[in-house]
């Protein structure tokens, strides 16, 4: 059963910074890992993505604030979040999508909660 941990939410004022954590379980190597977020009342969205090769893929919202690096090493992804903002508070949720033999496997943390005061 794969597990992923976040870690790293909280509550901090507009234009400041955090960083999740997203511990696997599993080797992330051959998976393309991902953050997403939900705001109340709305659907959950793409944040983040970065695949095995190391290709990044954002929001149109965090271009430019928001970065997607791994350590490989500690199966563990991160999400730099710099210049927040009160919209970035949503719920962000650790994603892992790997592809085998013409299946997908996606499998999603619990979720940790980031907070921005204005």
């Known amino acids: 059963q794969v597990q992923l941990v976040e870690s790293g939410g909280g509550l901090v004022q507009a234009g400041g910074s955090l960083r999740l954590s997203c511990a696997a379980s599993?080797?992330?190597?051959?998976?393309?890992m991902g953050w997403y977020r939900q705001a109340p009342g709305k659907q959950r969205e793409l944040v983040a993505t970065?695949?095995?090769?190391?290709?990044?893929n954002y929001a149109d919202s965090v271009k430019g604030r928001f970065t997607i690096p791994t350590n490989n090493a500690k199966n563990t992804v991160y999400l730099q979040m710099n210049s927040l903002k009160p919209e970035d508070t949503a719920v962000y949720y650790c994603?892992?999508?790997?592809?085998?033999?013409?299946?997908?496997?996606?499998?999603w943390g619990q979720g940790t909660q980031v907070t921005v005061s204005s």
């Open positions: 970065i695949t095995s090769g190391g290709s990044t």
């Open positions: 994603n892992a999508v790997w592809y085998f033999v013409g299946k997908k496997y996606d499998y």
């Open positions: 599993i080797s992330i190597r051959g998976y393309t």
